[in-house]
């Protein structure tokens, strides 16, 4: 594969390259490089998890890259996730490892790392170490929103100091290349940057996945990031925390149909449109096209073949709000049926999460 084709499969739909001319020259100089994201291991997958994040590692798989999930148990601890006990948080993982298989990242094409796999080394624990001492208070705790923690929280634990420094300390000792995962994490990515080269290790290329915001127009409360259309982007994410507003990778059609058809979308307005967003960030670079249908008296069936072409529709009062909702919400149901064919025939994992989820 040549190296503009390599190249454009690592940056299409990306938010953020950090920085281009390093990456091209990356590409050009290692055949396989080292890249990663990281997940907590927090429950049910969203679709901006399985199908922004998902079809990005597949990108850069594709590119080459030597590509590790890296299930991130220890983090998910810290920030009390499922209450903290890791037994919950385990099972969590390995529902990832089966979401991101039936979304065509299996093991072999993908190592999965968990990070209790890092931390019985000295070595790495040196490294938090290093890291901590190269860094302020004040430096650490503005990278606390890549928990979901604002930066206005008061009552801030002791361990939550210790995730950035873990998250920085991950990417060094697996020696990685480019470091990956969405706008909410760049804070940790730029603290990763600026102490790799005061500790001697490799300088992380950063690539960044847009965000995909919830379908209920709703902001998550807070303050995550001085830079202001940065911090509305995390405010407008999918968030657990406004279920309604979420596309669970498991969610049945008549559910995601049923989420959509309730769902904020402005007519003729594109600015803040969720549905739109999906179409943008989902639809189009998983299929390439968006079908509609639409009775004959209004219009009739059509076949978008470009976003730009489905936001001049739109915002021109030629679709009408109902008729997107309803062309989004069919094609997020094809885009997930592999992963409801998985899970029918591997029930054991989702399962367990949907206990969970009734129990806690």
Request: charged share 30%; net charge negative; aromatic share 8%.
């Amino acid at each position: 594969m040549d190296l503009d084709r390599r190249y454009e499969l690592c940056v299409r739909n990306l938010e953020e390259v950090i920085t281009p001319e390093e990456l091209r020259s990356l590409l050009e100089t290692v055949d396989h490089p080292k890249g990663y994201v990281g997940f907590e291991c927090s429950g049910m997958m969203h679709a901006g998890t399985g199908l922004i994040v998902g079809k990005k590692m597949r990108d850069w798989v594709e590119a080459g890259f030597d590509f590790t999930i890296f299930l991130a148990d220890w983090h998910s601890w810290i920030n009390n996730k499922f209450g903290g006990v890791m037994e919950n948080i385990r099972a969590g993982g390995e529902y990832f490892k089966d979401c991101f298989t039936a979304l065509g990242l299996p093991e072999g094409k993908v190592r999965y790392l968990w990070a209790s796999d890092l931390v019985d080394s000295s070595d790495y624990w040196a490294k938090v170490v290093r890291v901590l001492k190269s860094s302020s208070l004040r430096r650490i705790q503005r990278a606390l929103p890549i928990m979901g923690r604002s930066l206005d929280a008061g009552d801030v634990e002791a361990a939550w100091i210790l995730y950035p420094a873990m998250q920085a300390s991950d990417i060094f000792h697996m020696d990685l290349d480019c470091a990956c995962a969405g706008m909410d994490q760049r804070k940790v990515h730029m603290l990763a940057r600026e102490l790799a080269p005061k500790l001697g290790y490799k300088t992380p290329v950063c690539l960044h996945s847009p965000l995909l915001p919830g379908l209920q127009g709703e902001a998550i409360e807070g303050a995550f990031d001085e830079d202001a259309s940065i911090d509305r982007s995390i405010r407008a994410k999918m968030s657990k925390s406004i279920e309604k507003g979420a596309i669970w990778v498991n969610d049945e059609p008549d559910a995601i149909r049923e989420k959509y058809r309730l769902a904020f979308c402005p007519p003729k307005t594109a600015e803040g449109n969720p549905v739109l967003a999906h179409a943008r960030l989902v639809v189009f670079p998983h299929l390439g096209a968006l079908e509609i249908e639409r009775p004959a008296k209004y219009g009739g069936d059509i076949t978008v073949e470009s976003y730009a072409e489905l936001e001049r529709l739109y915002l021109s009062g030629a679709l009408h709000p109902l008729d997107l909702k309803r062309g989004v919400a069919e094609a997020v149901i094809r885009i997930l049926e592999p992963v409801r064919s998985y899970f029918q025939r591997h029930p054991e994992n989702l399962e367990k999460m949907r206990e969970l989820r009734v129990t806690r």
